[in-house]
């Protein structure tokens, strides 16, 4: 059987069944259609006919029974991307079937469905009625079940007699007796018979894993039930029970038990089912509806109850536990969530919910100011109960949780509507817009009202062509959903040929709530992506495995976005060996969010040369650039825009241009900005007299561009593209604060950010200044220099590559911090191909990606790269310094500390020589004083002989300390020089040679 076909059987809610009962399978067709009852048509395909069903049509089919039995149906069919919805009846009982769509009306596949149906002795009639459009019914097969295979419980059933098994689970010997043993995906399927009314039981599995810990799915008539908390067993000669599901109340008749497991060698001996004898509780609340806090059951102890006002409040210290009984008097499964009303006085609360014992997803909830002070929330996901009595337990994990109101409630579905709609990878398709070919650059969704999405981080990464793939699509994909958006995914990783780690996309949106929906393609094991945002997440870790060459998935992400600025999103792999595949995703707001009317802010409008009256006011009538110091101080009481536009020529730039005035404030600051008067607008262009294309060593280095004095204070340059310039596209020369240079495109320059004094001050710091969404290609010195006292530095989202740039004896550095530069932080970046070529091959190299100077202190380095750099890739030389999830790759000393360091999850692969002296190295100490360098996670792969992964220089002393990780070397090499010090932990995994 297909386990796409199994895994859609899934989706069914399990509702009173109807079966077939004959010695053999029967296959019904277009020829056992009684007309009376049919508005459904036939029509021949090939050598064959269909049943086509628009929505709302029927058929009628006869087929005769032997007697009163169970059958299960599989059905044969194509939708053309439609969900099959269907209505299925007989004499006796009808089943609610909703099924997965096929890619066309030629691609049929076979559908089973785990609700058997009963038939009567003699003529039965079986009524199919269509819910949905483009249902093409070849035949309906069904298939008598043995009573064998229907167990009637309490009963302890041996794992093999199932109804329903995959294919990657087999039944073998275990001494005497069977089990039954299941693959990574396995599924087994069980029909249990209940022959009492509402009756409630305790399900428990024998079974054994050889030490790798079960992960279950276990799914009873449309509930889902997963288990992450089993214990593993010592081999699969020991086993071990574990009560899974307790008090499950079952209907009279036929229920379905069906049971995946998530992970590799899981061997079940039996599944047993036992009459729950659970007491009649003294205390049961209907719900929906308010549970009185105090109407608990008798086994909660010593919980104190005080009054508040004209109510009465409980009160929880940490520890402690509360129970509740309520009643589902439904006869269906209902959706709930459960509100509280609490205080907690300066502490935030830690809340665990349970329902019948089994563990319900929580939301944080903040704390309050005072005992006095009551707010109420949303304590819980949505979760499911079924009908009858449940038992609810509340645990607090901290204490001074004071509660005064529960409710159970049914949520409320509010309808969601796509704001943004983008085939990441890939061309405008129906309503989605393409992000293809438009890195770094705003797409325009909606000209008249600026709305508009970025993308940045993937320039260089592939577009996956996946039109021919056979991709199964998961449950979480909507069944609205345009599939065409899975012909394409933006093809992701954590190495030097994917541009900056993971893709960032930002979306200009109000303040409000939305709903980030993430369509992505998985491949066959785990994977992990982290998500990063300027708003308020639910999900930050999102942890992905697919089961098919390609399988396609729907992350459904909250968001809450308070911040006056665009909504900011980042998707990055959680380690170098996980690529992300992103076929689209979609910002959706509620209905009923009100529209966002924000102010025309005070502009000007700038052209290179301007145009018509020159006021600035229109694009016809724009200011000349040249007068950009003056409108700058025009806004500087009140902050505004300077929009430069993009389709009136280059602005071509021969010297540079002192900037002297600044915005009103950090909130209000002065915005320089490309302004696009239609889609297929890109950046403004401004150009240099540097040489170009570059040559070598060339005399011609160009010009600076802007000069940023006393006064240029609160500015952001935002979407603007830098051609042939010298030291300084941004030169700071006096100081200044907040400066902000966003979806930056730079070319063939000296440096962009040139950090040096001008005139007769003593320094030119810069306080905060932030880099973000910059991309930096071919120079000879380096990305930016900053010197002084500059601090609060953010750089996040650069690609710096020099393109092996060379500047006479000059070499460059991606980032280069000087004198007292303090509290930096880098993330999201990658810094290449620094490179220095001196006359001597026997002389040293220089070439770093960041390099820092001894007096720089509290510098914070995450999730970036930096690779074929001739010298270091990392060369530190600060104080506190930290480094998180960096990857140095190919540089002839990967990484280098002259200072304490701490790092943790690093990845040092194989360092490379470009020339000069000096040996490759992984990790280094240097200088004459005596320091430690602390690496909590490492990963080390070389294949190369010649390599040392450990190195200390002058001084002997100074330790480098390995607490967990993997080394990988080529079995030849010395891991360290004979006098370095490295103290490895026992955790350490070595492949290869081991010290």
């Given at each position: 059987m297909?386990?796409?076909i199994?895994?859609a059987a899934?989706?069914?809610?399990?509702?009173?069944?109807i079966?077939?009962?004959?010695?053999n399978?029967?296959?019904l067709t277009?020829?056992?259609?009684i007309?009376?009852?049919?508005s459904a048509?036939?029509?021949?395909?090939g050598?064959?006919?269909?049943l086509?069903?628009?929505?709302?049509?029927?058929?009628?089919?006869?087929?005769?029974?032997?007697g009163?039995?169970?059958?299960q149906?599989?059905?044969?069919?194509?939708?053309?991307?439609?969900?099959?919805?269907?209505?299925?009846k007989?004499?006796?009982?009808q089943?609610?079937?909703?099924?997965?769509?096929?890619k066309?009306h030629?691609?049929?596949?076979?559908?089973?469905v785990?609700?058997?149906?009963?038939l009567k002795?003699?003529?039965?009639?079986i009524?199919?009625e269509?819910?949905s459009h483009n249902?093409?019914l070849?035949?309906i097969?069904?298939k008598?079940?043995s009573?064998?295979?229907?167990?009637?419980?309490?009963?302890?059933?041996?794992s093999?007699?199932n109804?329903?098994?995959s294919p990657?689970?087999?039944?073998?010997?275990?001494?005497?007796s069977?089990?039954t043993r299941f693959?990574?995906?396995?599924?087994?399927n069980?029909s249990?018979?209940?022959?009492?009314?509402d009756?409630?039981y305790d399900v428990s599995?024998?079974y054994s894993?050889k030490?790798?810990t079960?992960?279950l799915?276990?799914?009873?008539?449309?509930?889902?039930?997963?288990?992450e908390d089993i214990?593993?067993?010592?081999?699969?000669?020991?086993?071990k029970?574990?009560?899974?599901?307790?008090g499950?109340v079952?209907?009279?008749?036929?229920?379905e038990?069906t049971?995946?497991?998530?992970g590799?060698?899981?061997?079940?001996?039996?599944?047993k089912?036992?009459?729950?004898?659970?007491?009649?509780?003294e205390?049961?609340?209907t719900v929906p509806?308010n549970?009185?806090?105090v109407?608990?059951?008798?086994?909660?102890?010593?919980?104190q109850i005080?009054?508040?006002g004209?109510s009465?409040?409980?009160?929880?210290k940490?520890?402690?536990t509360i129970?509740?009984f309520?009643?589902?008097k439904?006869?269906d499964?209902?959706?709930?969530?459960?509100?509280?009303?609490?205080?907690?006085?300066?502490t935030?609360?830690k809340i665990?919910?349970?329902?019948?014992?089994l563990e319900?997803?929580?939301?944080?909830?903040?704390k309050?100011?005072?005992?006095?002070?009551?707010?109420?929330?949303?304590?819980?996901?949505t979760f499911?109960?079924?009908?009858?009595?449940?038992?609810?337990n509340?645990?607090?994990?901290a204490?001074?949780?004071?509660?005064?109101k529960l409710?159970l409630?049914v949520?409320?579905?509010?309808?969601?509507?796509p704001?943004?709609?983008?085939?990441?990878?890939g061309?405008?398709?129906g309503?989605?817009?393409?992000?293809?070919?438009?890195?770094?650059?705003i797409?325009?969704?909606?000209?008249?009202t600026k709305q508009s999405?970025?993308?940045?981080?993937?320039?260089?990464?592939?577009?996956?062509d996946l039109?021919?793939?056979?991709?199964?699509?998961?449950n979480?994909?909507?069944?609205?959903?345009?599939?065409d958006?899975?012909?394409s995914?933006?093809?992701?990783?954590?190495?030097?040929?994917?541009?900056?780690p993971g893709?960032?996309?930002e979306?200009?949106?109000p303040?409000?709530?939305?709903?980030l929906?993430?369509?992505l393609v998985?491949?066959p094991g785990?994977?992990?992506?982290r998500?990063k945002?300027?708003a308020k997440l639910?999900?930050e870790?999102?942890?992905?495995a697919?089961?098919e060459?390609f399988?396609?998935?729907?992350?459904?992400i909250?968001?809450e976005?308070?911040?006056?600025?665009?909504?900011?999103?980042?998707?990055l792999p959680?380690?170098?060996d996980?690529?992300?595949l992103?076929?689209?995703l979609?910002?959706?707001v509620?209905?009923d969010?009100?529209?966002n009317?924000n102010?025309?802010?005070n502009r000007y409008?700038?052209?290179?040369?301007g145009?018509?009256?020159?006021?600035?006011?229109?694009?016809s009538?724009?200011?000349?650039?040249?007068?950009?110091?003056?409108l700058i101080g025009?806004?500087?009481s009140t902050?505004?825009?300077?929009?430069?536009?993009?389709?009136k020529g280059?602005?071509?730039?021969s010297?540079?241009?002192?900037?002297?005035?600044g915005?009103?404030?950090e909130?209000?600051p002065v915005?320089v900005?490309t302004?696009?008067?239609?889609?297929?607008?890109?950046?403004a262009i401004?150009?240099?007299?540097r040489?170009?294309?570059?040559?070598?060593n060339?005399?011609?280095?160009g010009?600076?561009?802007?000069?940023?004095?006393?006064?240029?204070?609160n500015?952001?340059?935002?979407?603007?593209?830098?051609?042939?310039?010298?030291?300084?596209i941004?030169r700071?020369g006096?100081p200044?604060s907040n400066l902000?240079?966003?979806?930056?495109?730079?070319?063939?320059?000296?440096?962009?950010v040139?950090n040096?004094?001008s005139?007769?001050v003593?320094?030119a710091s810069v306080?905060?200044?932030?880099?973000?969404n910059?991309?930096?290609?071919?120079?000879?010195r380096?990305?930016?220099?900053?010197?002084?006292?500059s601090k609060n530095i953010?750089?996040n989202?650069?690609?710096g590559?020099?393109?092996?740039?060379?500047d006479?004896?000059?070499?460059?550095?991606?980032?280069a911090l000087?004198d007292?530069?303090s509290n930096?932080?880098?993330?999201?970046?990658?810094?290449?191909?620094h490179?220095?070529?001196r006359?001597?091959?026997?002389?040293?190299?220089?070439g770093?990606?960041?390099a820092?100077?001894?007096?720089v202190?509290?510098?914070?380095?995450v999730?970036?790269?930096?690779s074929?750099?001739?010298?270091?890739?990392?060369d530190?030389?600060s104080?506190?310094?930290?480094l998180?999830?960096?990857?140095?790759?190919?540089?002839?000393r990967?990484?280098?500390?002259w200072?304490?360091?701490?790092?943790?999850s690093v990845?040092?692969?194989?360092?490379?020589k470009?020339?000069?002296?000096?040996?490759?190295?992984?990790f280094?100490?240097?200088g004459?004083?005596?320091f430690n360098?602390t690496?909590?996670g490492?990963n080390v792969i070389?294949t190369?002989?010649?390599?040392?992964?450990?190195?200390?220089?002058?001084?002997?002393n100074s330790?480098i300390?390995?607490?967990?990780g993997?080394?990988?070397?080529?079995?030849n090499?010395?891991?360290r020089d004979?006098h370095?010090?490295?103290?490895?932990?026992?955790?350490?995994?070595f492949?290869?040679?081991?010290?």
């Amino acid at each position: 059987m297909n386990k796409q076909i199994f895994k859609a059987a899934f989706f069914l809610m399990l509702l009173p069944i109807i079966s077939y009962a004959s010695s053999n399978d029967i296959v019904l067709t277009t020829a056992d259609i009684i007309q009376e009852g049919t508005s459904a048509t036939i029509h021949k395909r090939g050598s064959g006919t269909e049943l086509r069903f628009s929505k709302n049509r029927s058929a009628m089919f006869k087929v005769n029974s032997l007697g009163t039995s169970y059958h299960q149906l599989t059905l044969t069919y194509s939708s053309k991307k439609y969900t099959p919805q269907l209505t299925i009846k007989t004499e006796l009982t009808q089943l609610n079937v909703k099924a997965l769509p096929t890619k066309g009306h030629g691609n049929f596949t076979s559908y089973k469905v785990f609700e058997q149906i009963l038939l009567k002795p003699g003529v039965n009639h079986i009524h199919i009625e269509s819910l949905s459009h483009n249902f093409y019914l070849r035949n309906i097969r069904l298939k008598e079940l043995s009573s064998s295979i229907i167990h009637s419980i309490p009963k302890t059933i041996k794992s093999w007699e199932n109804s329903y098994k995959s294919p990657n689970v087999y039944k073998a010997a275990r001494g005497s007796s069977y089990e039954t043993r299941f693959g990574k995906g396995g599924e087994v399927n069980y029909s249990i018979n209940n022959l009492e009314e509402d009756a409630k039981y305790d399900v428990s599995v024998t079974y054994s894993s050889k030490n790798t810990t079960p992960k279950l799915d276990l799914r009873v008539n449309g509930m889902n039930f997963s288990h992450e908390d089993i214990e593993p067993t010592n081999g699969h000669g020991s086993s071990k029970t574990k009560l899974l599901l307790k008090g499950l109340v079952l209907k009279k008749g036929i229920s379905e038990l069906t049971l995946k497991s998530l992970g590799h060698n899981f061997y079940l001996k039996n599944i047993k089912f036992t009459k729950a004898e659970t007491p009649q509780p003294e205390k049961i609340t209907t719900v929906p509806g308010n549970i009185s806090v105090v109407a608990f059951s008798s086994n909660s102890k010593n919980i104190q109850i005080a009054n508040r006002g004209s109510s009465k409040e409980v009160r929880l210290k940490n520890g402690q536990t509360i129970e509740y009984f309520i009643e589902n008097k439904e006869e269906d499964p209902v959706d709930f969530q459960l509100d509280i009303q609490y205080s907690s006085a300066r502490t935030t609360p830690k809340i665990d919910i349970s329902i019948n014992d089994l563990e319900i997803e929580t939301n944080s909830i903040e704390k309050t100011n005072s005992h006095g002070d009551f707010l109420t929330r949303t304590l819980t996901k949505t979760f499911q109960l079924a009908p009858g009595i449940h038992k609810l337990n509340i645990k607090s994990r901290a204490n001074n949780l004071y509660f005064k109101k529960l409710k159970l409630a049914v949520p409320v579905i509010k309808k969601l509507i796509p704001l943004y709609q983008v085939n990441a990878g890939g061309n405008n398709t129906g309503s989605w817009f393409g992000d293809k070919g438009r890195n770094n650059e705003i797409t325009f969704t909606d000209l008249d009202t600026k709305q508009s999405f970025y993308t940045f981080g993937n320039a260089t990464s592939k577009e996956l062509d996946l039109s021919n793939a056979d991709i199964y699509f998961d449950n979480s994909v909507p069944r609205e959903l345009n599939l065409d958006i899975f012909k394409s995914a933006r093809q992701d990783r954590l190495d030097e040929q994917h541009s900056t780690p993971g893709v960032f996309y930002e979306f200009k949106v109000p303040k409000g709530n939305y709903q980030l929906n993430l369509h992505l393609v998985t491949t066959p094991g785990a994977t992990q992506l982290r998500l990063k945002s300027n708003a308020k997440l639910n999900k930050e870790i999102l942890n992905l495995a697919g089961e098919e060459k390609f399988t396609a998935k729907t992350i459904e992400i909250g968001i809450e976005h308070d911040a006056d600025e665009e909504l900011q999103i980042e998707i990055l792999p959680l380690s170098r060996d996980v690529t992300v595949l992103l076929a689209g995703l979609e910002v959706l707001v509620s209905d009923d969010t009100p529209e966002n009317h924000n102010e025309i802010p005070n502009r000007y409008i700038v052209s290179p040369k301007g145009t018509g009256n020159k006021s600035g006011t229109s694009p016809s009538n724009s200011r000349p650039f040249k007068d950009i110091n003056t409108l700058i101080g025009r806004l500087s009481s009140t902050g505004g825009e300077i929009l430069l536009l993009s389709n009136k020529g280059i602005y071509r730039i021969s010297s540079s241009i002192n900037i002297r005035n600044g915005g009103a404030s950090e909130d209000r600051p002065v915005i320089v900005k490309t302004f696009r008067e239609n889609n297929e607008s890109t950046k403004a262009i401004f150009k240099g007299t540097r040489q170009t294309p570059w040559i070598n060593n060339s005399n011609n280095t160009g010009n600076e561009f802007l000069r940023l004095m006393s006064g240029a204070n609160n500015l952001k340059f935002e979407d603007i593209q830098f051609e042939d310039f010298g030291n300084g596209i941004f030169r700071i020369g006096q100081p200044i604060s907040n400066l902000t240079l966003s979806k930056i495109r730079s070319k063939n320059f000296t440096r962009l950010v040139e950090n040096y004094k001008s005139g007769s001050v003593s320094h030119a710091s810069v306080v905060r200044l932030k880099l973000e969404n910059i991309e930096a290609l071919g120079y000879t010195r380096g990305v930016i220099r900053l010197k002084y006292n500059s601090k609060n530095i953010k750089i996040n989202n650069l690609l710096g590559d020099s393109e092996q740039q060379l500047d006479q004896s000059s070499f460059p550095m991606g980032i280069a911090l000087d004198d007292y530069v303090s509290n930096v932080n880098i993330s999201n970046s990658l810094l290449k191909n620094h490179r220095q070529q001196r006359s001597s091959s026997s002389s040293y190299f220089n070439g770093d990606g960041i390099a820092t100077e001894s007096k720089v202190d509290d510098v914070n380095i995450v999730d970036t790269i930096s690779s074929g750099n001739s010298d270091g890739g990392f060369d530190l030389k600060s104080t506190n310094t930290n480094l998180l999830r960096t990857i140095a790759s190919n540089n002839k000393r990967n990484y280098r500390f002259w200072n304490p360091a701490s790092l943790s999850s690093v990845t040092s692969l194989n360092p490379q020589k470009f020339g000069g002296g000096g040996n490759k190295v992984h990790f280094g100490a240097y200088g004459s004083r005596s320091f430690n360098v602390t690496i909590e996670g490492v990963n080390v792969i070389d294949t190369d002989s010649n390599s040392r992964v450990f190195s200390v220089g002058e001084n002997k002393n100074s330790r480098i300390i390995i607490n967990s990780g993997v080394i990988q070397t080529n079995e030849n090499p010395d891991l360290r020089d004979s006098h370095t010090r490295v103290e490895f932990s026992p955790e350490i995994i070595f492949k290869g040679n081991n010290p």
